[in-house]
């Protein structure tokens, strides 16, 4: 059974900084990454990446956003620098694994105050 354990979210004044952390078990997983969705607003991704290393942005967070992945731990990251307000979001760790599946994390709270 996969589980995905998020962490890192909160509040934090525009220009600053947070870290996101998102745990997987119970598979191997070929891809991992965030989504975020602000209020009245779809879904978006916002980085993943793949197993073998390459990484994705949305132009949007591009220069201030970096996506890590520690693969002995199944654990992705993503370091958010410069913040701005219209980052504020529920963000969602979103994992495939090798199988085909898609799993979604629960989310975590981002709020950037300007």
């Known amino acids: 059974q996969v589980q995905l354990v998020e962490s890192g979210g909160g509040l934090v004044q525009a220009g600053g900084s947070l870290r996101l952390s998102c745990v997987a078990s119970g598979s191997i997983f070929s891809a991992m990454g965030w989504h975020r969705q602000a209020p009245g607003k779809q879904r978006e991704l916002v980085a993943h990446?793949?197993?073998?290393?390459?990484?994705r942005y949305a132009e949007s967070v591009k220069g201030r956003f970096t996506i890590s992945r520690d693969n002995a731990k199944n654990t992705v990251y993503l370091e958010m620098n410069s913040l701005k307000a219209e980052d504020s979001a529920v963000y969602y760790c979103?994992?495939?694994?090798?199988?085909?599946?898609?799993?979604w994390g629960n989310g975590t709270l981002v709020t950037v105050s300007s």
């Open positions: 979103n994992v495939r694994t090798i199988y085909g599946m898609e799993y």
């Open positions: 990446t793949i197993s073998l290393g390459s990484t």
